[in-house]
């Protein structure tokens, strides 16, 4: 998952190399490295698609002795049993894992589930972690440097993409996983000496880790209409879509576009907060339903955006995606275009139960500011278009159909 996330974003950067701006927070914005984080006592409310989350702290211990489930009772003295007397010694973590598992899918959720790679997930939502800016894969040359992104400091190091990486601080990882290189980094201080093959040449840099901030949104100005692309809700999106939408008013466009095409969604707190800056206090941003109970969330902002704004959506926008677009066309009357969306509307909890595991929940559904439920359908543009050929073959804004359409309907 974070290897397609960290491709789309390189091709981002290819496409719109010239006029394309990053959000950049207050504090030193570097672009990503994959860096792997452990995170082993939050839960996260999980439910739009890729995720719909709200950071949370949850107690979760229980007493045994006064369990009155004969359910759970029994099998707790039959796990007891089979562990006492099992002929053979086994590997407890595993047989529990495997048993949660057992009892995830046993449920028929599609989105209910165990989450095998817990720290891949947790640092595309954490959206900021410490590292070098370099993400890397392996192929069978070895590990090869698949990014390095603007001012991080590899960059400044002088590594370059194409570079295949032999060793770090003298220890070989030639013919190691390259998942291995940012556990290495992770664990030890630095700076590091990285040692790299490029043209059959060997060179080796001096790199320090440092505070990488994920970018997850990107913004510029289309004949006077301004463009905000969002690639995932994480915890450090808010804070770059304000600082994007404030440098877009600063131009006073006429309108704005956000696309959210291919973006399968994040943290709740991210998207309720990024709607916030653009409707006022009094609208509805979502409702939620659990069991007979219904909670109805209003938005924190102080004023609805006063232009005309255009949503692009895809069948890869899922969950925060479909919110936000759903709470800007019903409070706002702000159009969509595009194909229809994945269709989540369910909420989850993730739960950490291990080193690297953790286990989703789904807990309860959520509906759109008037009321419906969009889940298995999807979200239906105003203006049903899709992709042209032309664009999928070679991307750029003249053949982008979609946003053509987008910009037109703001012109009017």
Do not use: C
């Not at 109970?293 to 895809?314: M, N």
């Not at 759903?326 to 409070?331: E, F, K, P, T, V």
């Not at 807990?363 to 278009?385: A, M, R, S, V």
Request: hydrophobic residues 40%; without cysteine; aromatic residues 10%.
């Amino acid at each position: 998952m974070i290897k397609k996330f960290l491709e789309k974003i390189a091709l981002k950067k290819g496409l719109f190399a010239k006029n394309v701006k990053k959000a950049k927070p207050e504090y030193t914005l570097y672009d990503v490295i994959a860096l792997f984080i452990v995170s082993t006592s939050i839960t996260i409310l999980f439910g739009f698609g890729m995720g719909y989350f709200q950071r949370v702290n949850v107690e979760n211990k229980i007493n045994v002795d006064k369990l009155d489930n004969e359910y759970l009772e029994k099998f707790i003295n039959n796990y007891l049993y089979i562990r006492e007397n099992y002929y053979m010694d086994f590997n407890e973590s595993e047989v529990l894992d495997s048993a949660m598992k057992a009892i995830l899918e046993s449920l028929g959720d599609p989105n209910t589930s165990y989450i095998d790679n817990a720290s891949s997930f947790n640092l595309q939502l954490n959206g900021q972690f410490v590292g070098l800016g370099i993400a890397m894969n392996n192929y069978k040359e070895g590990i090869i440097i698949t990014g390095v992104f603007d001012d991080s400091p590899a960059d400044r190091a002088g590594i370059r993409p194409g570079d295949i990486l032999i060793s770090v601080n003298g220890i070989d990882f030639s013919d190691k996983s390259s998942a291995e290189v940012p556990k290495y980094i992770s664990a030890n201080r630095g700076p590091f000496r990285v040692k790299i093959i490029r043209n059959e040449l060997e060179k080796e840099f001096l790199v320090n880790k440092e505070n990488i901030v994920i970018p997850s949104v990107e913004y510029r100005i289309i004949n006077n209409v301004g463009y905000i692309g969002i690639d995932i809700f994480s915890k450090t999106t808010p804070q770059q879509f304000k600082l994007a939408l404030n440098e877009l008013k600063k131009e006073n466009v006429n309108g704005l576009v956000i696309d959210l095409r291919g973006n399968a969604g994040g943290h709740l707190s991210s998207a309720y907060d990024m709607i916030s800056n653009l409707l006022d206090k009094d609208k509805v941003v979502y409702i939620t339903e659990a069991k007979g109970k219904i909670e109805t969330f209003y938005s924190k902002g102080r004023e609805d955006y006063g232009k005309p704004i255009v949503i692009l959506v895809d069948q890869g926008s899922a969950s925060a995606s479909e919110l936000m677009a759903a709470a800007l066309r019903d409070n706002l009357g702000s159009l969509v275009v595009g194909t229809t969306t994945y269709g989540k509307g369910t909420v989850q909890e993730v739960h950490s139960v291990g080193e690297n595991t953790s286990y989703r929940i789904t807990i309860k559904k959520w509906l759109t500011p008037n009321g419906e439920w969009i889940h298995n359908e999807g979200l239906t543009p105003n203006h049903i278009i899709n992709y042209s050929p032309e664009h999928l073959l070679n991307p750029k804004d003249e053949n982008d159909v979609q946003l053509q359409k987008a910009l037109e309907l703001i012109k009017r």
